[in-house]
C-alpha cells in the first residue's frame, strides 16, 4: 500500500477558520495567531478558504486576502492548499488562477454545484481543471452541500489519469472510501483524507493518508497526538485520544437548531472556542449565519473547560 | 387584486440565454441580436444572468460583460433585471454592486445555497440585501437548484416589510404560488411571477403578473401572443397558444438523458434552436456541460419546424 | 381529446378520510355519515385508503372494514376506488385481492416504496399488477411519499397498452400533469386527475378529468359547485370558488410544526372539522401521529366558520 | 464499556436472504439449507426479514411462512430477530404480534415511512410498541429507505428509557454510530450494531456490539474469522480478512445500473453467489427487481471464484 512519490497532504490538515472583525473583514491578526497556534500543535498542512473556513460567505476580496496572509504566514513550515469552491468550471478556474498567484501549493475543488451536472459532465470538469492548472488538485467530495456524490469509480480513474492528486471525503460514506483508499493503494502520490473529525484513528488504521478535521481548529495537538498515536501503530492511545476529542466535538451542537443551521451553530462553535482560548479576537461569523448567545457561549466554554484547553 | 403602484415586473420577462463563442467568450453580436429578436417579440422584461443564462458557469468576468451589452442594447425599452446569484449575503451583495453600477433596474437573489440555512437565517439575508441596495429585489425560488424552499409566510412577510419587491417562482409548487399570489394580493407593485413556461395561461387566470419563459428565448412572439390573449380574457386562445408551446418545449429533451444532465439538454437545445434560426452564431453552452451531438440538433430541428419558427 | 369510452373516474373524488375510535378501531357510524355527507354535496366518485384516509397507518384488519362499509354505504351511487398502498408488487397485489373481494371499482397503486426501484422495475410493478387484475388501475404518483417520480413518457405508455386505466398526480409537477394530458388526450377512457385542491379550475381548464380533494371531505357541495362551474366554462365562478376554498385550506397549518408532521396537522384538521360539522364523532387520528390541542382545534373552527360551515 | 446485563444481539448477525421459487413461493428447503450454512459458518444470531431479506417484497404469509422456517431450523442454537418493517405504529404492531406467535426472540422496527413523521412522532411511534409487546425492540436506522435518520439524541433517550434493546444503525454516519457507542456505553444490555459489512474491523474497535453483514450469507465464516480477530484484539488480522471481504463485496455491483436499481443488483448478486455454492436452489429475486442476466451471474462467479468460496 506504500509508494514512493511523496504525496502533497498527510497527516493532520484542518481546514483554518476564517477569523472576521465585528464589521466582517478578514482579521489579519487573528488569523496569524491562529495559524501559528495550529503549527505549534504539529499540523502537517493546512487547507485554507474550506467549508469550515466560511468559504462560501466570503467575496472574492475577503478570499484573496486570506489567501495572502495565509502564504505569509505559514512561510513554507507545511504545505498549504486552498478551497477553489464556486458553482462551475470557469468560476473555479478563475479561482484556481488566483489562488495559484498567492502562492499555494494545491487546490481543492468539488463537483458542480447549483446546476443539476451528469456524471461524465463532473468527471469533465475535474479535466477540464487539470487542463488549466499545475497545481495539484484535490477532489472534494462533500453530497451535503454539493448534492451529488463522487463516484468511486470516477474517482479512482480521474486518480490513475493523474487528474486529481487526492481526495477529501466528507461524504460519510466509510464504506466507499474504504474502498476507494484499496482502489488507489497503488497510485503513487495519491492522497486520501477523510473530513470525519471522529473516526481518525480508524481512518489511520484503514490506511488514510490523512484527515481534514474542522475540530482541529481548536485542538490541534489532540488531533497531532491522535494521528502519531495512530501512526505508530499504538491504536488503544489512538482511541483514547479520539474518544476525548469526541467529547469535545459535542460543543459543535451549541447552537439551537429551531435558530439556526447546523453549519452556524458548528462554525460559531468553533470560533468562540478560539475566542474563549485566546487565539482570535472577535467570535464573529459571517452573515446572514445566526450567531451564538451568551448561553450557547457558555455552552463552549464548558466543553473546552471540560478538554482542559481553558487556562 | 389591483395596486396602483406599478411594478418592477409584469408580462412576459424571458431569462435571457447568454450566447458564446466557440471558445467560451460572450458573444457580444449574437447577445445584441437575441435581445433585438426579444425585443421583436413584444416582451415586456429581460431578465439577465438567470439560470437559463447559464449564470452558474459564467466568471464574473462574463458576467460584467453581459450586463454591459445589455444594458446598451436594451436602452431603456423595457426593465432589465440582473441574476445576483451565488452562495451567501457578501457574495450576492458584490454582484448587486456590480448590477447596479452597470446600470440595471432590479436583481434577482436566490436563498443561500452551498451551506445549510435555517429559514431564519434566509430571513435575515435578504434583510441584509435590502440594507445594501436601493435596486428593487426579485426573491428567486428554486429548490432544484438552492435545496431549499422559500417559505409561504416568510415571502408575505418580506412582500409587507418592501424588502422584496418581487418573487420569480420555480419551485413547481402551484398552490403555494397561488397561495402567495392571493396573499400579496392587496401589497402594492409587488410582482409574483411564474417560472413555468408550461402553465402561463392558468398562472394569468390566477392573477400572476408575468412569466419567466426560458423557451421565450426561442419563440418570444409565441408567449407575448400567450400572454396577450390572457390579459384580454380571451382564455381559450391563450389555451391554444399555451398548448402549441407545450408542444415546442419538447425540445429541451432533445440531449440524450444517458450522457448529459437535463439543463445541459434543455440550454442546448435552446441555444441550438437560436443557432438554427439564426439568431446566435454558435450553439455553444459553457463547460462542463456536454454539447448536442448532430442527431440531437436536428431533434431541436423538428421541433421548431413543427412549430412554424423556422425559414 | 374527447373520447367515447366512458372513464372509471371523472369530476370530485375525494379521498376519504377514516372515522376513528378513540381506541382507534373504526369508527363505522361516522364512516357512513362521511360517506352519507360527501354524496350529498354531489361528488362523482369516492376514493377509500388514500393518504388522507391515513391508509399508511391503517392495519389489514382496518383496511378491509373500511371498504366492507364503503361499498355497502356508497351502494353504487358513484364508483368507489380503493388504494392499494404497499411496499412492493406481491404485497400490493394482495391487497388488489382484498379490494376485489370487498367489491370496490377500481384501485389505487403507487410505485414501489422503502426500496430503491428502478424505472424499469417500476414499469415492470405496474405490469405485473395489470396481469393480477381485472380491475382498472390508477396509477397514484406521490413523491413526497413514494421517494420518485412516475416519468411522463412511462405513465403514456402504461396507459396506451392500457396497464392503468388512469393517474391521480399530487407530484405538484404542474408542468408534467399538462404535457401528460396532452399526450393520453387519445386514449380512450383514461383519467387524469389531480391531487391538488388548490388549482381544480386550472386543472379544470387544462382538461384534467377530476380532481381528487382531501380538503373535500370537509365541504363536498364546495368543489362539487367548483367542478361544475369550470364544466360549465364559467371561469370566473370557478375561480371564485376556488379562492373561497384556497382560504379554508388554511386550516391544514392549524398543527403546530415544531410539534407534528404536516401530515398529521393536515389530517388532525380535516378530522377535526369533520367533527366540529357533526358529521364524525371523534377528531381522532391514528398513531403515532400527534393530535392537535385544544388551540388548534380552535383554529380550525376560525376557519370553517368564515367559510360558513358551521351552523 | 462493558455491562453485565447480557444483550440478545453481538457478534456476527446475518440479515437472512429469502429463498424463493421460480414462482416466487419461499423456497423451504433452501432457506433451511441457508440456516445451515450460516450456523456452520459460526453466526451469533440471525436477522430474518430485513432490507437484505427483500422484506418489503414479500406478502405477509410469506414473513410468516419464512418465520415459522427459521424458528424451527435454528432450534434455539442462536438468536432469533425478525423485521416488523411496515409504514406506521398499527402495522409494525400487527408484525409483532405475528412474530411472538412464531416464536422469535426479538423485533426489528424502523421508523414510518411513506408518511412524513414528525422526530416526536418517531419517539411516540417506538414508545407505543414498547406497550404493545414483551419482545426485546431493536431500532433499525436505515435513511436510505425510511427517508429520516433516527437522532442520536432520540436513541440514547430510548436505550435510557428500556425502550429499544438495540440499535442496528445502517445510517452510514460513522461519527453518529460511535457517538451512540459512546452515550450507550453504560447502558446495560444495550446492544448498537452496524450495518456496513465493509468496516466491521473498526466498528469492532470503536466497541461496537456486533455487525449485520448482508454479505455474510455468501460468506459467513469470513465474517466469523474477521469477527473473532477483532474479539481477541488481533487488528491486523482483522483488517486483512476484511479487506478480503471489501473485494468480495464488489459483486454487489454486478447488476447494470442502467437495467436495474443497487438493491436488486445487490440482492441478485448475494442469491446467485448462494446458488453458485450450492446453498440455494434458485437465483430469484422477487417482483418487480430485475434479475442478473448470465453475464453478470458470471461476474458474480468470477468474485465468489476469486474469494475461495466455490468448489
Known sequence: MA????????????????????????????????????????????????????????????????LEIAVGAVAGQVPVVAGVIDTATMRVAAHIQEAAKAGVDGVVATAPFYTRTHPAEI?????????????????????????????????????????????????????????LLLATAETPG????????????TAAFMGAHGVVPGLGNVDPHGYARLWDAARRGDMA????????????????????????????????????ALYLRGIIDHPVTAPPQIPLDAAEVATVRGYIERAGLLG
Chains 1, 2, 3, 4 share one sequence.
Open 3 to 66: 509508494s514512493t512519490t511523496p504525496s502533497l497532504l498527510s497527516g493532520v490538515v484542518p481546514p483554518v477558520c476564517t477569523p472576521l472583525t465585528p464589521d466582517h473583514e478578514i482579521d489579519a491578526r487573528s488569523l496569524e495567531r491562529l495559524i501559528a497556534h495550529l503549527l505549534d500543535g504539529g499540523v502537517d498542512g493546512l487547507f485554507f478558504l474550506g467549508s469550515s473556513s466560511e468559504v462560501a460567505f466570503l467575496p472574492d476580496t475577503h478570499r484573496a486576502r486570506v
Open 123 to 179: 468527471e469533465r470538469h475535474f479535466r477540464l481543471l487539470r487542463a488549466a492548472t499545475e497545481l495539484p488538485i484535490i477532489a472534494y467530495d462533500l453530497p451535503v452541500s454539493v448534492h451529488s456524490k463522487l463516484g468511486g469509480d470516477l474517482l479512482a480513474r480521474l486518480a490513475a489519469d493523474e487528474v486529481i492528486q487526492g481526495v477529501k471525503d466528507s461524504s460519510g460514506d466509510e464504506g466507499g472510501f474504504r474502498r
Open 190 to 201: 495519491f492522497s486520501v483524507l477523510t473530513g470525519s473529525e471522529l473516526t481518525v484513528d
Open 237 to 272: 492511545a489512538a482511541r483514547a485520544e479520539q474518544q476525548r476529542l469526541i467529547a469535545l466535538f459535542g460543543l459543535v451542537d451549541a447552537g439551537a437548531a429551531e435558530r439556526m443551521g447546523p453549519g452556524s451553530s458548528a462554525l460559531g462553535a468553533f470560533k468562540a
